[in-house]
């Protein structure tokens, strides 16, 4: 199959905080641009038809799929692809941070944010709800897109199941405080210089189109800074919107390198999701606390990974009085015994015996 | 001829930050403000130091020199060289100006009460002073723009709602360094720059001879333990003298009522600030 060229556009802009109307009016124009300009793809930010500091303003703009201004925002997408987002409430009442695919005049696919920061600057988790699902989408444009919202991608698993699940072309769409000014950092703001990093190893890693759209203007006391990048599947950066300045730029790009790259590096191929899936369900266990924790102190609490100093007569309380663990009694495993011996043997003794124990009552 | 900053100010490596950029969030910053409130000007009070001088240069920078009023406040026991650098700026910019004496207000108040300590005048003239902007905020019709910075906020070298009031402050996360830097490059006159900060409240008063430490290892100080999170052990093992990082531990905690909105009682379902929570600026906020 042979791919067009791909004209995508990045709809840098600054969105009215909580006014919807004005920026659907603002994401309608900019569409219409945007077609006339010939582009095949048009990103818009992370809430960019709400603004970002809602707060409790989420529940007052917030939209429903089937709600008709996203349906008169498809209409605009006839033989185009767009990336809009909003918030997104669900039939059950919850409100999420969305993603929406639009082609053809239709909703293709909706993200909902996975991951919501509520730390240092963040309280997204305040407000919002996480979404629980992540999955590639076929596009009009002949290639999977994944689409992703800005922490999203601060979660390593996000891009790489992504190009696993059938992506070529990875999607975030952001809305990036900028902070850390020092005069270190490669352009003089600390946000940006960790998001270049970030989206370019992704790009290599996943050997995809790196796509990210970050927002500009000011909420409150921060203070977006834009940089919305094209990055090609070899890590190369292909565009680099200006920082802090309003725009709709357009980045040329061929498709065809996608095969060219994973022919060449072929990473997606040695992936090995089955290993991976093994590793994390023994990873999950023990968390947990279903599994014995290789890394946890010997004679912790499954589930803990800190043991007291000294063995305890009762357990914390995370297993019944019969099956605690007493090695204490038994002398087997006595402190200074299981210090010599190898911490986890040492646990599985112990486990044995309490096991042995328990059957003798 | 600007002279290079070495020989004007002493400026920490590890603060110093990229002015380009600093400047540039500022300005969008501002505008946002107006534009969020739905005013188009800015009022100030231009005490002749360089943190209302390079508010000044800010605010031109965002919205032009025609939407800036700067008032200059002096008291009788002003320094003549404050008022002379206050105008430096305006003639600088090109901004309106108007100089309002809060000499008669303040003693009026004080006439019956002789024996007022230096420190309730002070605090009385930062609020004349504040009560004075707000109204020319009406008359002007203009947003209050803050220009206290970083240090002073933290060790709480303010007077809580006078020289601290304002609708916005753009300069507030910017230590007295990093103010000094981007005053260097925005072009706030030299001898504002090289002068001791002084809250100018009585004669030849100097912030640094007050609290007893330079800005330039306060500054330090704070950025270390507040923004990089370092110990007190390991500010210490920096090379701080452990004495003066917990007398300036004690005088950040001492002011945290001052960087905070004053707490309400909670009694009924919804409670502003702690579960009625909207973005200052909101729909339906704007003027007219």
């Known amino acids: ?361 | 001829m600007t002279a290079p900053q070495a020989e004007l100010f002493d400026l920490p490596v590890e603060l110093a930050i990229d002015t380009a950029v600093a400047r540039r969030v500022i300005a969008q910053f501002i505008q946002g403000q107006l534009r969020q409130a739905g005013f188009e000007r800015l009022v100030l009070g231009l005490s002749g130091g360089i943190d209302s001088a390079l508010v000044a240069f800010l605010s031109t920078e965002a919205i032009g020199a025609e939407r800036l009023l700067c008032v200059l406040m002096p008291y009788r026991t002003s320094s003549e060289a404050s008022l002379v650098d206050a105008r430096s700026v305006v003639d600088a910019l090109g901004c309106a100006s108007e100089v309002v004496e809060i000499s008669p207000m303040v003693d009026a108040y004080f006439a019956a009460d002789p024996d007022a300590t230096p420190l309730r005048r002070g605090n009385f003239m930062a609020r004349q002073r504040m009560a004075v902007l707000y109204d020319r905020s009406v008359t002007w019709g203009g947003l209050v723009v803050g220009t206290g910075n970083k240090t002073e906020s933290l060790i709480g070298y303010t007077t809580l709602f006078g020289d601290s009031a304002c609708a916005f402050n753009p300069i507030g996360d910017l230590y007295k360094s990093q103010v000094r830097q981007v005053s260097l490059d925005i072009g706030v006159p030299e001898a504002i720059i090289r002068k001791a900060p002084s809250a100018d409240l009585w004669p030849g008063q100097t912030d640094e001879a007050e609290a007893g430490f330079s800005y330039p290892a306060l500054d330090r100080l704070l950025f270390w333990r507040i923004d990089k999170r370092r110990s007190v052990d390991e500010v210490v093992a920096l090379g701080f003298d452990r004495a003066l990082v917990e007398r300036i531990d004690r005088m950040v905690a001492g002011a945290e009522f001052k960087r905070q909105v004053p707490p309400i009682a909670k009694l009924g379902p919804r409670t502003a600030g702690v579960d009625y929570l909207y973005p200052r600026r909101r729909p339906g906020s704007t003027r007219g």
């Open chain 1, 1 to 361: 199959m042979t791919l067009p060229p791909l004209r995508i556009a990045l709809a840098q802009i600054a969105p009215r905080l909580g006014l919807f109307d004005e920026n659907l009016a603002v994401h309608r124009d900019l569409l219409r641009q945007a077609r006339a300009d010939g582009a095949g793809l048009v990103v818009f930010p992370e809430l960019g038809l709400t603004g970002y500091l809602l707060q409790d303003l989420a529940s007052e703009v917030a939209i429903r799929l089937d709600d008709p201004r996203l349906a008169s925002l498809a209409a605009e997408t006839d033989g185009l692809s767009a990336v809009v987002s909003f918030v997104e409430e669900s039939g059950d009442h919850r409100l999420f941070i969305a993603a929406a695919l639009l082609e053809d005049g239709e909703i293709r696919h909706v993200h909902r944010k996975l991951f919501l920061p509520t730390y240092g600057l963040f309280d997204e988790r305040r407000f919002f709800a996480a979404g629980d699902v992540l999955r590639a989408t076929p596009s009009r444009l002949g290639v999977g897109l994944g689409l992703a919202v800005c922490e999203d991608f601060w979660h390593l698993a996000v891009p790489e199941l992504l190009a696993l699940d059938g992506a070529q072309m990875l999607i975030n769409v952001s809305s990036s405080p900028g902070r850390d000014l020092a005069a270190t950092n490669e352009v003089g703001l600390g946000t940006a210089t960790s998001w270049q990093t970030l989206i370019r190893t992704y790009a290599q890693l996943t050997t995809s189109f790196v796509v990210f759209c970050n927002r500009v203007g000011v909420d409150e006391s921060i203070s977006f800074w834009g940089g919305s990048e094209v990055i090609a599947p070899s890590g190369e950066a292909l565009f680099t919107a200006p920082l802090f300045e309003e725009g709709l730029f357009s980045v040329d790009v061929s498709l065809a390198d996608v095969r060219r790259e994973r022919v060449t590096l072929p990473l997606l191929r040695d992936e090995r999701p089955e290993w991976a899936v093994r590793e994390l369900t023994r990873i999950v266990a023990e968390r947990g606390g279903l599994a014995h924790d290789s890394t946890a102190d010997g004679w912790a609490e499954p589930g803990l990974d800190v043991a007291p100093g000294e063995r305890l007569e009762r357990p914390i309380g995370f297993r019944p009085k019969d099956a605690r663990r007493d090695g204490a009694e038994d002398g087997a495993a006595e402190p200074a015994a299981a210090a010599a011996a190898d911490a986890a043997d040492a646990a599985d003794a112990a486990d044995a015996a309490k096991a042995a124990k328990a059957a003798e009552r």
